[in-house]
Structure formats: structure tokens, C-alpha cells
């Protein structure tokens, strides 16, 4: 079972900059696993942020945060990254880290951008 950590996020105004992680623990390793990030609001259904093949090679996004946020990983750390630049209010949500095919997650993580 692989257990999912995430840290990060919190409070930015539009324009600014935050970096969230997601520490992988258990069996199969972390490596063994594509990854997403995917992200909900109150208001919205949850939605596909980005991806990341097991070992960093392959990359995509939504079209909402394309050339603005950065996935990628250390299968060294058993660590996930997604580096999240000229935040906008409308990626105010709760991020979450899971496998690709959902059936690990981490707690989930706010994310709130002021305007």
C-alpha cells in the first residue's frame, strides 16, 4: 500500500508562487507509479491539473495552468512536486496528489490565491 503525504500550499496573492510536494512511503515503491495532481473547489467538480509518468519523462497538463505550473518528481525521495507560478485566483482549491489510476491519495492540500 502506498502511503501519500503532501505539504505546501497556503495562502499567495495573484502573480505569486508556491511549490507543493507529496512524500510517497510503502510497497509497490513510489517509482513503480504514475502520478497526477488533480484540484476541487466547493463549486466544481474535481479536475485534472497534471501528470507524470513513472519516471519523469512524460509531462501534461490542462489547458488552465499549461506554462504556468511544473510537475515532476525524485523517485530518489519517493517525492511529487508541482510548482505552481503566476498564481490566479481561479486556482484557489484543494490540490490533491494521487497514482494515475486513483487508487492512492494524499489528504489534500489549499491552495488560496487573492486577488
Known amino acids: 500500500q502506498l502511503h501519500l503525504v503532501q505539504s505546501g500550499g497556503g495562502l499567495v496573492q495573484a502573480g505569486g508562487s508556491l511549490r507543493l510536494s507529496c512524500a510517497a512511503s510503502?510497497?509497490?515503491?513510489?517509482?513503480?507509479?504514475?502520478m497526477k495532481w488533480l484540484r476541487q473547489t466547493p463549486t466544481k467538480e474535481r479536475e485534472f491539473v497534471a501528470y507524470v509518468s513513472w519516471n519523469g519523462a512524460v509531462t501534461n497538463y490542462a489547458d488552465s495552468v499549461k506554462g504556468r505550473f511544473t510537475i515532476s518528481r525524485d523517485n530518489h525521495n519517493n517525492t511529487l512536486y508541482l510548482q505552481m507560478n503566476d498564481l490566479k485566483p481561479e486556482d484557489t482549491a484543494v490540490y490533491y496528489c494521487?497514482?494515475?489510476?486513483?487508487?492512492?491519495w494524499g489528504q489534500g492540500t489549499q491552495v488560496t490565491v487573492s486577488s
Open positions: 494521487t497514482t494515475r489510476d486513483q487508487e492512492y
Open positions: 510503502g510497497r509497490p515503491p513510489f517509482s513503480h507509479y504514475a
